[in-house]
């Protein structure tokens, strides 16, 4: 059997369900590219004695020999959040498919859920948007085209920041780029760690954003038409 469990939003935000499951597992592993986390992965496995969390790194994880074994025992892939918004998560579960190895996915809750924290409504964001970590050969933008695709429909952006990029950086990506391509922002929305004891939310100005002191991982949203309720709501912030 292979497991692909989500792992909520804190260390110990899995379900009963997932906690059974990386019991029953003789072989664990723990997807380490995708998101910083906001605990120490250590204090998780101290909840699971006798055993052992295995880093899976991009190239192993989509080299696909995480399903070798599973015919035979039973291994398990913990994802921080909701395992399924990465997609190379659900072609783990199409080849275990093609391999006629059983599967099994336990949902959790990811940051898509938490946002509903910042009072915009869930049905109102449109498409989502990731920001990429510059350097000086690669400076993509794309999530700029996806902004402006969003605001034509009044609808509010989520943008997932990687890994390894800091939130001074982050905004001069999206000031630099918003620039390049003639769109105008107003405020933003910053949310950090949501779902942990350290979340914190931010409303206010780019340049009034830009030194604030927060704690990976975050996010970006710019938000589309304000419903009274959803600005009231922001305002506090």
């Avoid at 700029?144 to 990687?162: G, S, V």
């Avoid at 950090?192 to 970006?220: A, V």
Wanted: glycine residues 4%.
């Amino acid at each position: 059997m292979f497991y692909l469990i989500g792992l909520g939003l804190n260390e110990k935000g899995y379900s009963r369900e997932a906690y059974d499951a990386i019991l029953k597992s003789k072989k664990i592993y723990i997807e380490v590219y995708t998101v910083e986390f906001p605990y120490k992965i250590k204090d998780l496995e101290k909840q699971f004695p006798k055993k052992k969390f295995i880093p899976a790194d991009r190239e192993f994880v989509e080299s696909l020999k995480i399903l070798d074994g599973s015919k035979k025992y039973n291994i398990a892939l913990l994802v921080y959040g909701s395992p399924l918004t990465a997609t190379t998560h659900i072609s783990l579960i199409q080849e275990a498919k093609k391999r006629k190895i059983k599967t099994k996915v336990i949902h959790s809750a990811s940051i898509l859920d938490a946002v509903a924290e910042t009072g915009l409504q869930i049905y109102k964001f449109g498409k989502i948007a990731s920001m990429p970590k510059w350097d000086n050969n690669f400076t993509p933008n794309s999530f700029i085209e996806i902004i402006k695709e969003n605001k034509l429909i009044n609808a509010h952006t989520l943008i997932l920041i990687d890994i390894d990029l800091g939130l001074k950086d982050s905004i001069t990506q999206l000031k630099v780029s918003a620039k390049d391509k003639n769109l105008k922002l107003d405020k933003i929305v910053i949310c950090s760690r949501l779902g942990t004891k350290d979340s914190r939310i931010f409303y206010n100005k780019l340049e009034k954003l830009y030194n604030i002191t927060i704690k990976n991982p975050f996010c970006i949203i710019i938000p589309g038409k304000l419903h009274f309720l959803e600005q009231e709501i922001l305002d506090s912030f």
